[in-house]
Structures are given as structure tokens and as C-alpha cells.
């Protein structure tokens, strides 16, 4: 089946960095990409979606200046939260759309802001 | 009411039970629905899609509700690797594919 690839699955950073996550679809091309958060004991809350050489459209209440995502190609959608902070500590999953119906998701990132 | 609702339990049965779990969802017009499984700290991975009345696959049975807008999933025989979070997940209106998930409903299967 189709595989998705997250990358780094773990990261530590200071407070004030900024850390950057690749999402890169293996053995197909997406044109659309879905970015997650997923903070403990809650579900996968939609971020954004990142259309392939557009601008990403971001869910009410996710700051895009916060949360930078970059679709350049068709096969890498990277997601860049700037000056990151303790409270953005979290999971963070990024799906790629296969079809109409199906999506595939990578393996995460574990975000911890120190 | 939100978009898609899930109890969240956790259900908390022994091996060899049958389980079943309901999700809501307020979209009537969705068309295809999704059951996912989450292990702690991994990637939801497909279990199940539901496109009409219902989907069966082994021991896990998945089925649609429209008039009363549920799905639910069915596990009979329940093993202790069943344990995990299941979600549910709709595609958001508008026709375009955009995974909605559930808060999850967590499943215990015990000795």
C-alpha cells in the first residue's frame, strides 16, 4: 500500500527555535497533504491542508505565520512551527490524500518544546 | 453538535468478548466513513472503510446507520492485542476528501 514517510519521529528543541518536520509520500504523488496535532487523551485536530504549489489553508485558530507549511513538490510537504514554545509540545501526524476516499498517514512527530 | 462524536470510554473487557462501539456523525451527507486504529503514540492505521450498508472482515464488523447518522464497529472474540484507541473518522462536507477524526474510543482487552 501506499507509504508515507515522517520525518524526524522525535525531536527535543529550546524554546524559541524553530523545528521543521518533512512529510514525503514514497510511492505515489500528493497533491494534497493533511497536517495534525494531537495533544494527549484528544483526538487528531486538523491543522491544515497543503495543496501542491499553493498556499496551505489553515483551520480557524491555527496561526499559518506560527505553522509554516510548504508543499513544493509533489511527493514533500514540510510543516516549520517557528519559535516554538512549551504549549506546542505535542503530536503532530501529516496524512497524504490517495484518493477521494482514502488518505495515508505518516508515523508522527513527537514535538517537545523545552 | 459536533461534526464527529465517539465515547471515549475506555471499554474495558476480557479476552474472548464481543465489544461494540458507536460513532456519531452530524454531516448527512457523507458518504464514506472510516474506522481507525491508533496504538499509544503511533500513526492511526486503516482498519476498516464503510461505504454503504456495512463491511466485514474477520472478527471486526463495521456498520452504517444512516436515519440515525452512527457507525458502529463490532469486534467479536477479542484479543489482548486489540487493545488500542479506535477512530472514527468522516470526511468533512463539501465533497472533498478531508479526514474528520473522532476523540477515539480507548478498548481494554484483558487476560
Known amino acids: 500500500g501506499a507509504v508515507v514517510s515522517q520525518h524526524p519521529s522525535r525531536v527535543i528543541c529550546k524554546s524559541g527555535t524553530s523545528v521543521k518536520i518533512e512529510c514525503r509520500s514514497l510511492d505515489f504523488q500528493a497533491t494534497t497533504m493533511f497536517w495534525y496535532r494531537q495533544f494527549p487523551k484528544q483526538s487528531l485536530m486538523l491543522m491544515a491542508t497543503?495543496?501542491?504549489?499553493?498556499?496551505?489553508?489553515?483551520e480557524q485558530g491555527v496561526e499559518k505565520d506560527k505553522f509554516l507549511i510548504n508543499h513544493a513538490s509533489l511527493t514533500l510537504s514540510t510543516l516549520t512551527v517557528t519559535s516554538a514554545h512549551p504549549e506546542d509540545s505535542s503530536f503532530y501526524i501529516c496524512s497524504a490524500r490517495v484518493s477521494s476516499l482514502e488518505a495515508f498517514f505518516g508515523q508522527g512527530t513527537r514535538l517537545t518544546v523545552v | 453538535r459536533k461534526e464527529v462524536e465517539q465515547d471515549p470510554g475506555p471499554f474495558n473487557v476480557p479476552e474472548g468478548a464481543t465489544v461494540a462501539f458507536n460513532c456519531t456523525y452530524s454531516?448527512?451527507?457523507?458518504?464514506?466513513f472510516f474506522w481507525y486504529r491508533q496504538d499509544c503514540r503511533k500513526e492511526p492505521k486503516l482498519l476498516m472503510s464503510?461505504?454503504?450498508s456495512g463491511n466485514e472482515d474477520g472478527r471486526f464488523t463495521a456498520q452504517l446507520n444512516r436515519a440515525s447518522q452512527y457507525i458502529s464497529l463490532l469486534i467479536r472474540d477479542s484479543k489482548l492485542s486489540d487493545s488500542a484507541t479506535y477512530l472514527c473518522v468522516v470526511p468533512q462536507a463539501g465533497g472533498s476528501y478531508i479526514p474528520t477524526f473522532g476523540r477515539g474510543t480507548s478498548l481494554i482487552v484483558h487476560p
Open positions: 464503510v461505504y454503504s
Open positions: 497543503s495543496n501542491e504549489g499553493s498556499k496551505a489553508t489553515y
Open positions: 454531516n448527512s451527507a457523507s458518504q464514506s
